[in-house]
């Protein structure tokens, strides 16, 4: 059976490159009626962040990456040591400073047909020194623990990030050393930013725990992430998690660094808003706190048609609150004088018209346009204090005259 795992340190939240990882391992192991395991690798104890753990867990849940067994390293010394033990009776570590080190072979090379690519990789042994595998504090490295659990918990394959790459010699002599086939190794081109350095929190690498307090749906992070080196053909960018599943082989995996996109990222979660059923994107929507009471006293089907209208012009989810700040609030709005003649002009033009709808509104705004050698910006700076927004003679017409009425009364 196919096993692969995801073995995250639960020093910080993990960025979205490490749950893109996450993902593939997910879809590999779905894809091939496997099982997909969550490792936390605990042992590095003065970077240990005690709330690590919980952000991992909530990413991958609330994403839908659901694992089918869980192992915490940290409850698994007694392991390591037996292991440790092994190695120094066989004379392949040596102890030092109170520390166990591995003794690396000095000739010949190690190495590897990595998946990704189908690549040899080759490392000079003459370049690999001997290194530490079980720590003075009686917790083991990376390295070590890393590979006897891999080995215990009949790992298959092991995709991980290439910054691993340089471990892999170690990880294979480990392997050598206790006589263990070792897993079948495939190295992810890391994530570049849009200065192509690799991927960091100033170009925007944040948590997925973060994109979604942003307003982000788990279903554009997931479509987004999956493109970060993966490219099933056929120019498919829309895809849902059991498409993914269904398409994702490892042959498809570029050798190119992908670089990451905020734009394509903001792309993809206004198409899926905009798939939302109403009553779902109403769910969805978390309006901004000082805006939560105010709607609460809305009509229901003034709010149902705002949320219609303002759901073609969003990006995340948040973008509700933002578009319909200027209704909810009694912002200040400083016009000049002649932006406040143009106020009044406005509410002269709107109290004329018979019947106040999207057509009639709109030939109003055209007609004073021409008039008085404006432009919609204009309009839409008095009414909203910003020259950008909800298409404006649709929103009107959803608040009605009255309400208009007494917004523009407010600029003058």
Known sequence: MIRVRIAPSPTGIPHIGNTRTALFNFLFARHNRGQFILRIEDTDRVRYVPESEKAICEILEWLGLLWDEKYVQSGRLDIYREYADKL???EMAYKDEGAVRFK??????TSWADEVGKKTISFENKTQEDFVILKSDGFP???FANVVDDYLMKITHVIRGDEFISSTPKHIQLYK????????????PVILGSDRQKLSKRHGAESVLYYREQGYLKEALLNFMVLLGWNPGEDREIMSIDEMVRLFDLKDVNTASPVFDIKKLEWFNGHY????PIEELKSKIN??????ARIKNLDTKILDELIILAQTRMTTLNDFSELTRWIFEESEVLLNEKE??????LIEAFLAIEQFSNETILQTLKTLIKTEGVKMSNFYKIITGKETGLPLPQALEILGREKT?????KRI
Not at 287 to 292: D, E, G, I, Q, T
Not at 340 to 345: D, H, I, W
């Open 88 to 90: 120094l009776k066989n």
């Open 104 to 109: 690396m072979p000095k000739e010949g090379k």
């Open 141 to 143: 490295t990376y390295n």
């Open 177 to 188: 050393a206790f006589d263990w086939k070792p897993p079948v190794f495939a190295h992810l």
């Open 273 to 276: 808003i905009r798939q939302l």
């Open 287 to 292: 309006p901004s706190a000082s805006l939560r």
């Open 340 to 345: 406040k003649q143009l106020a009044q002009k």
């Open 405 to 409: 009425l007494g917004i523009l009364k």
